[in-house]
C-alpha cells in the first residue's frame, strides 16, 4: 500500500512539474511576442490593411455562423471556455499530443496575431495569455471583428473580404445566409472544404454550420433545409 502511494505521489509530482514547465515556456514566448510588438500596434497594423472591414460591415449572419460553429459560449466565456479546454486536454493527454484544439475565437484570434499553427503545448499556453489580454482590453465584437478579417478561407484569402470577393464576386455585406454559412464552415479545413477544390464536402461541413446555427436558434430549421435543398438538387 505504501509503494502505491508513493508511485502515484510520484506521478503526481511529474506532472506537476511538467504542466509547470510548459506554463514557463508558455509565457516565456508570449512574453518574447508582445516584447517585441505590443497587442495595441499589432492591431493597429492589421486594421491598416485595406482589405479590413469593421463588424458593422460584416454581415450578422456570417458573424452567427462563426460563433455557432467556432464558439458557441463566446459571449459568455472569459477567453477559454472550460469545458471544451477540459475535454480537448485529457484527449490530448490520452493521446501524448495536440490531435483536440478546443480554441476559442479569442485564443485562435491571439495564435493568428502572433504565432504560427505548429501544434505545440507552449504555444497553446502562450495564445492563452494573448486571449486573456485581449478579452481585458477589447470587447467581444472587436475581438470578433480582428477574427473575421485574419482567419484564411482557402484558395489564398485571407478575411472575409477577400473570401466573399472571391468565392461570390460580392462585398461581404450583400452575403446571403446560404454564403455566409458556407464561408464560416471553411475556416476548421480550408484547402479541404474549399468549394472550388471539393463542393460535395463545403456543402457538408456547410450542413454543420447550420445545424449548429438551428442549435443556438440563429435560425430556424426551415431556413436549415431550404438552403440544403438548394445544393441537393
Do not use: W
Not at 23 to 41: L, T
Not at 48 to 75: G, M, Q, S
Not at 168 to 179: G, P, Q, R, V
Amino acid at each position: 500500500m505504501k509503494f502505491i502511494k508513493r508511485l502515484i505521489f510520484a506521478v503526481l509530482l511529474i506532472i506537476i512539474i511538467a504542466i509547470s514547465l510548459i506554463v514557463y515556456m508558455g509565457h516565456a514566448m508570449y512574453k518574447e511576442a508582445i516584447n517585441k510588438v505590443s497587442i495595441q500596434d499589432k492591431i493597429q497594423e492589421i486594421k491598416k490593411d485595406e482589405n479590413y472591414l469593421t463588424i458593422d460591415n460584416i454581415p450578422d449572419d456570417f458573424k452567427h455562423a462563426i460563433v455557432a460553429v467556432e464558439d458557441h459560449r463566446f459571449y459568455t466565456h472569459s477567453g477559454i471556455d472550460l469545458i471544451t479546454t477540459t475535454r480537448s486536454m485529457l484527449e490530448n493527454i490520452k493521446e501524448k499530443d495536440i490531435v483536440a484544439g478546443g480554441s476559442t475565437i479569442t485564443q485562435q484570434t491571439g495564435r493568428l496575431m502572433y504565432f504560427t499553427q505548429e501544434q505545440r503545448f507552449t504555444r497553446k499556453v502562450a495564445e492563452l495569455f494573448v486571449a486573456f489580454d485581449l478579452e481585458k482590453n477589447y470587447s467581444k465584437d472587436e475581438i470578433l471583428e480582428l477574427y473575421c478579417n485574419m482567419i484564411y478561407y482557402g484558395d489564398g484569402y485571407h478575411g472575409i473580404k477577400e473570401a466573399s470577393n472571391g468565392y461570390f464576386k460580392k462585398e461581404a455585406k450583400d452575403l446571403t445566409l446560404a454564403e455566409a454559412s458556407l464561408l464560416a464552415g471553411l475556416p476548421n479545413a480550408p484547402s479541404a472544404y474549399s468549394p472550388t477544390k471539393n463542393k460535395k464536402l463545403a456543402h457538408k461541413r456547410q450542413s454543420v454550420v447550420l445545424t449548429q446555427m438551428v442549435k443556438y436558434e440563429y435560425i430556424s430549421e426551415e431556413q436549415k433545409q431550404e438552403i440544403e435543398n438548394s445544393y441537393n438538387k
